[in-house]
């Protein structure tokens, strides 16, 4: 399949020094999109996900899986992607529109090692009290009442997850799981889970009194951070947390600029004066160099995004493949 390749090179490149860096050049990073509801090829299923994948370090890696394990293994296969040869999948949060293609990936590559948000409603160990309001009452009870025959009542519940027997890594922290590969953890503040009671909320394993109306727990959210040497590569799913705030963390994380931002930036309930603020603060104050949006970007945003970095915007629709030197 035909593929638009879009080289990244420094501003200050002139003409012959830009022809003799494409000749010289060794190492490259691609980054080609498998999944999302946009793009130039006739021959991939367009829908609503977000699934791409690269290699960094002589490791294959998934980011993300799409909407449906049938579309996504079709538009694998159409883009001769061998998913057999996958060394690492992320899975940026626990969302359908992302994840759901695994289950055809672990179909023929069942052992790959997959990263996932700490997320307790997906498979990660929870954290639980069964204590109780009134913690003497156990004591009055025949030893066959008492969880775990009168044993200890705060504990840590481990489950077998959505898939079942896969080689899952839950990720809490941000962490590097290859030289100069960063997987950058956050929380998204405005979408979660619904879990609280009328005047009481769920809280890491215990139930905590509130005075507001019940709010959603914060969701779990994983970006992908890749070093090189003017600026980190970095991959987004959906930036629930806010595009600007997974920026931050991971300059603070790396302590280098970003060259780039690749994915989803979740901008189409966004006012077009919010996108016009966060298009600027993203080119001006946080400095990223070239932006490449996808799935839930937007129309809008990707028209703004576009009039903002001008020539440092790159097309990164369905099966589409961006170079970076």
């Known amino acids: ?89 992320i899975v940026s949060h626990g969302h359908f529109d992302h994840l759901n293609g695994i289950d055809y990936l672990l179909e023929v590559n069942p052992n790959v090692k997959i990263f996932f948000p700490y997320d307790i409603f997906w498979g990660a160990p929870v954290p639980f009290d069964a204590t109780g309001r009134e913690p003497g009452i156990r004591d009055s009870l025949p030893q066959y009442m008492q969880y775990f025959d009168g044993g200890e009542t705060k504990f840590s519940i481990r489950q077998s997850g959505r898939f079942w027997n896969a080689n899952i890594e839950f990720v809490k922290t941000s962490t590097e799981i290859l030289p100069g590969l960063k997987i950058i953890a956050s929380n998204s503040p405005y979408m979660g889970y619904f879990s609280c009671y009328p005047g009481k909320s769920f809280v890491d394993g215990q139930f905590q009194e509130i005075h507001d109306d019940c709010k959603n727990t914060n969701l779990p959210e994983l970006s992908l951070s890749m070093q090189t040497d003017d600026g980190q590569l970095l991959i987004v799913g959906c930036s629930h947390t806010g595009v600007e705030n997974i920026i931050r963390q991971t300059q603070k994380e790396t302590q280098t600029p970003i060259k780039l931002v690749y994915g989803g ?35 809008l945003a990707f028209k703004i995004l576009q009039e903002t970095f001008g020539e440092h915007y790159l097309f990164a629709g369905l099966g589409e493949t961006i170079e970076i030197d």
Do not use: W
Request: hydrophobic fraction near 40%; include cysteine; proline fraction near 2%.
């Open 1 to 89: 399949m035909k593929k638009y390749l879009l080289i990244i090179f420094l501003l200050s490149i002139s003409p012959s020094a830009f022809n003799q860096s494409l000749q010289s050049s060794q190492t490259k990073i691609q980054i080609t999109n498998l999944y999302d509801a946009f793009g130039k090829s006739a021959d991939l299923i367009k829908d609503f996900g977000f699934s791409c994948i690269t290699e960094y370090q002589g490791k294959t890696i998934l980011f993300d899986a799409g909407s449906h394990a049938d579309i996504f293994k079709s538009n694998t296969q159409n883009l001769n992607i061998d998913l057999r040869d996958i060394d690492i999948v």
């Open 265 to 299: 930036l979740h901008m189409i309930p966004f006012s077009r004066n919010e996108i016009v603020r966060i298009a600027y603060l993203l080119k001006h104050e946080l400095n990223i160099r070239y932006i490449a949006p996808a799935h839930c970007t937007g129309h």
